[in-house]
């Protein structure tokens, strides 16, 4: 009875030393992670540019003056030497339609004025003038020299000219061919007037007014870009799977033999700009409260990139901020946030990193573009300032390698009891040590 008593005790406290021992384990191997955030911020440099809000628009080329040649009169083509894409200039002869009629014409106005003259020459020549007489003779004279011009006039313009220089076209017909006045022979569209007609969206469409400055580039003109100035704005939209866009016509200022007809370009509207503009880059731009800010950069927080590619230093930020790169969030009095790095090219921005966040301007602003934002009030250029980086995020898990915790737990436990199992790996020796003796 006392054995198996005995037997009992030491299967509880083996039991129970196992417990515990696991539990320790437990908790070494699978410890708490910890998670380190750091914010880190580049430099970028105040700077003054020429600033533009812009609206954009696709669309085709076409000719701002196109003439169709048309013959004067009914009758026969012919000298038609010109062809579709030749290049003709004001004034040079075309083609004739040669008419008959037309010679006939001039031919019977001829002979009238010619019966009119001598029977006006009788009249006054005669032994008895008769007044009356002679002043209707005088009448058909000049009635006959209106008849003779109009006939003369109608035959000259059989000959056809054209009435702008440009380009052909299209030529609709060949010599020989019966011609009628007022049907087109041939087009021409003068290449030096040049527009593109552009599609805008319905939402920019009121951003947009007359003489407005554009740049122009097309897909197949690489390394140049065009100028041009808004001439019209339909006032009538139209409508494709439910998006309304409006024809907006820009002039080209500055055309070459490069733009051909037809050809698909990009047009960027100015429709706000101010010239020498104090930029920052958006990305700098903090919103706290309604408030504007930007964070000025003290030079001796700043650093090498090469110096500190390693750093992972944590930096504290305003909990209620709302970056326009970034927005901030407050959990306890630390804030995280996620941003965007900016543009960092040529405009006055720099390598330095730095992982102080600086001190809070407030700013006044103006012109507002998708890079850039105009600063009309608080800093000067060649201030630095700073701009958020994306943050990191860093997590380490506090852990022993193995059991060993678990191991030492039990060995001190068997050998010293309860207190054994606590404490450092030392202070559990101690008690093993305690206990054999």
Do not use: H, W
């Not at 000259?156 to 087109?184: C, E, H, M, R, Y």
């Not at 300032?385 to 022993?400: A, G």
């Amino acid at each position: 009875m006392k054995s198996k008593l005995i037997k009992a005790i030491i299967a509880c406290v083996v039991v129970a030393m196992l417990g515990t021992g696991g539990y320790f384990g437990y908790k070494n191997y699978f410890g708490k992670k910890t998670t380190t955030t750091s914010t880190r911020y580049y430099s970028a440099s105040v700077t003054k540019m020429n600033l533009s809000k812009t609206v954009q628009g696709t669309g085709s080329v076409y000719s701002g003056s196109t003439k169709d040649v048309t013959p004067n009169n009914n009758g026969t083509l012919s000298g038609l030497t010109v062809k579709t894409g030749d290049t003709v200039k004001a004034g040079q002869t075309l083609f004739t339609a040669s008419s008959s009629d037309l010679t006939k014409a001039v031919t019977t106005a001829q002979n009238n004025l010619t019966k009119a003259q001598l029977s006006l020459s009788t009249d006054e020549s005669a032994d008895k003038v008769d007044a009356n007489k002679v002043a209707q003779d005088k009448i058909s004279v000049s009635d006959a020299e209106d008849q003779l011009t109009t006939a003369q006039t109608a035959l000259n313009s059989i000959t056809v000219t054209a009435p702008i220089g440009g380009l052909v076209t299209a030529v609709n017909n060949v010599n020989g061919d019966t011609v009628q006045a007022g049907k087109s022979v041939l087009t021409i569209q003068n290449m030096s007037s040049l527009n593109i007609n552009v599609s805008v969206d319905e939402l920019d469409i009121n951003k947009i007014a007359l003489n407005q400055k554009a740049t122009i580039k097309f897909d197949a003109i690489s390394d140049k870009t065009y100028n041009g100035t808004v001439a019209s704005i339909a006032q009538t939209g139209t409508t494709s799977n439910s998006v309304t866009t409006y024809n907006v016509v820009v002039t080209i200022s500055n055309p070459d033999s490069n733009i051909k007809l037809g050809m698909n370009g990009t047009a960027t509207i100015a429709v706000q700009s101010k010239e020498n503009a104090l930029v920052i880059p958006a990305e700098a731009l903090v919103e706290t409260n309604g408030q504007k800010y930007v964070r000025v950069a003290d030079t001796s927080d700043l650093s090498s990139s090469s110096n500190n590619s390693g750093s992972s230093n944590s930096a504290a930020t305003n909990g209620s901020e709302k970056s326009t790169s970034a927005q901030s969030g407050n959990n306890q009095g630390q804030s995280s946030s996620t941003g965007s790095q900016g543009s960092n090219s040529g405009n006055g921005n720099s390598s330095s990193f730095s992982n102080s966040g600086g001190k809070l301007v407030a700013i006044k602003t103006g012109l507002e573009t998708e890079n850039y934002i105009e600063v009309t009030e608080g800093v000067k250029e060649g201030d630095k300032i700073l701009v958020q980086l994306p943050q990191s995020t860093t997590t380490n898990s506090n852990r022993n390698n193995g059991f060993g915790g678990m191991g030492q737990g039990m060995n001190g436990g068997m050998g010293g009891g309860p207190q054994g199992s606590g404490g450092s790996s030392q202070g559990r020796s101690s008690s093993g040590s305690s206990g054999k003796n």
